[in-house]
């Protein structure tokens, strides 16, 4: 079972650790999106780029931690 499949999301998620992803949209490196990170309630716990939301603050909103 993924990550994905044990929080029953349905939408695509893409880890892209080496950014490689990234550059395939931005060549320039110069626009980043913006990420929001939502907990329960819809409550925005964090927002900024994707060095500014780690896994640690992703793990804690979680409802049960991932095997």
Sequence with gaps: MTWRNYYGLTSPVVV????ATDLVYDPSGTSRPTLVLFGPGAEIIGFGNSSSISTADIEAVLPTAYP
């Design 16 to 19: 892209d650790t080496s950014g």
